[in-house]
């Protein structure tokens, strides 16, 4: 169903990509509010505007939850390695930069 989706949004069907936007709208805020109480000025800097941080992570995870079950599990790139790729690049960007940088 989110290929689907995707697949009708991408080509410009609007019920589908306002469908899309519905979805991702609540889970967006949701992490925009995350990273706004979590990391102050870090993320909130022109370079990395919290939304487009946001927005790449929505990509990110709804582009995976697509695919994950496509292909076939191979020796280093299984589904929960995937999984853990995924958690670990959102926990990097979710700790603050003082605590990466272990102050």
């Known amino acids: 169903m989110l290929r689907i989706?995707?697949?009708?949004?991408?080509?410009?069907?609007?019920r589908f990509r306002e469908a899309r936007a519905t979805m991702l709208r609540p889970?967006?805020?949701a992490l925009e509010e995350k990273?706004?109480?979590g990391h102050g000025p870090v993320l909130g800097s022109p370079e990395a505007p919290v939304l487009a941080v946001v927005t790449v992570l929505m990509g990110m995870l709804e582009?995976?939850?697509a695919v994950i079950r496509l292909r076939p599990a191979g020796r280093?790139?299984?589904r929960g390695r995937l999984i853990d790729g995924t958690v670990m690049v959102?926990?990097?960007i979710m700790t603050?930069?003082?605590d990466r940088n272990g102050k």
């Open 5 to 14: 989706r995707n697949l009708a949004a991408d080509e410009g069907e609007p």
């Open 27 to 29: 889970m967006m805020a």
């Open 35 to 37: 990273f706004i109480s």
């Open 63 to 65: 582009r995976l939850a």
């Open 76 to 78: 280093d790139i299984t």
């Open 90 to 92: 959102i926990s990097t």
């Open 96 to 98: 603050k930069k003082a």
